[in-house]
């Protein structure tokens, strides 16, 4: 069955520090790749997408994402987090030739001053 | 941000009770979601529609039902709540050419007690 895994539920990082989110999915080829940001009482918000072409991609608020193929994962990054950035982050796929999405259970992300 | 609204924003309501939730878009989007998000489960897809009066299930259709008599309009039925059907709602929409990615609307919070 295709899913997406998010490994981590909660990560606490400091401000400053550098960032990445794991996210793995299951799927014979590969999928349109996505990463949403919920901040609490919101919507999610479109951080990043992936369809084709270069497999690391540029995103909102400084965050890129790199899709390795071989590893079928689609990892998120950020150099320097900012206390802004807690929330939490999902990632999702749409597989080829579907138009449901499928979404990871996402890892809530701590910032310490 | 894409033009989708849900109502109401906030409801209790009682078990046994039917409850209608509406998601209302102005950008003429050709899919529309359903999502339900819980603690542990991510978001999960309840139903979607590909086109007026088209809807299919998604992963937690039970229990739920939806109609899109107007493309801008999607409702969600909860027939006879549940307490399992406390949440939050999602509504989303993707154009369905171009980018691929979904917009979220703001969510409702469902309460059944």
């Known amino acids: 069955a295709q899913s997406v895994t998010q490994p981590d539920i909660h990560i606490t990082v400091s401000e400053g520090a550098s960032l990445e989110l794991r996210c793995n999915y299951s799927y014979g080829a590969t999928p349109y790749l996505f990463w949403y940001v919920q901040s609490p009482g919101q919507g999610l918000q479109l951080l990043l997408k992936?369809?084709?072409?270069?497999?690391l991609v540029q995103g909102i608020k400084g965050f890129e994402a790199e899709f390795k193929r071989s590893q079928s994962s689609f990892n998120l990054r950020k150099p320097s987090v900012h206390w802004s950035d807690a929330a939490e982050y999902f990632c999702a796929v749409l597989p080829s030739g579907t138009y449901k999405y499928i979404f990871g259970t996402g890892t809530r992300l701590k910032v310490l001053a | 941000d894409a033009g989708i609204t849900q109502s109401p924003r906030h409801k209790v309501t009682e078990t046994g009770t039917p409850v209608t939730l509406r998601c209302h878009q102005t950008e003429n989007h050709r899919y529309m979601y359903w999502y339900r998000q819980d603690p542990g489960h991510g978001l999960r897809l309840i139903h979607y529609?590909?086109?007026?009066?088209?809807?299919d299930k998604g992963e937690v259709s039970d229990g739920y039902s939806v109609s899109r008599s107007k493309t801008e309009d999607f409702l969600l039925t909860l027939e006879s709540a549940t307490s399992s059907q406390t949440s939050v709602y999602f509504c989303a929409i993707n154009s369905g050419t171009g980018g691929f990615e979904a917009f979220f609307g703001q969510g409702t919070r469902l309460t059944v007690v």
């Open positions: 992936y369809f084709s072409g270069d497999t």
């Open positions: 529609s590909y086109g007026v009066k088209d809807t």
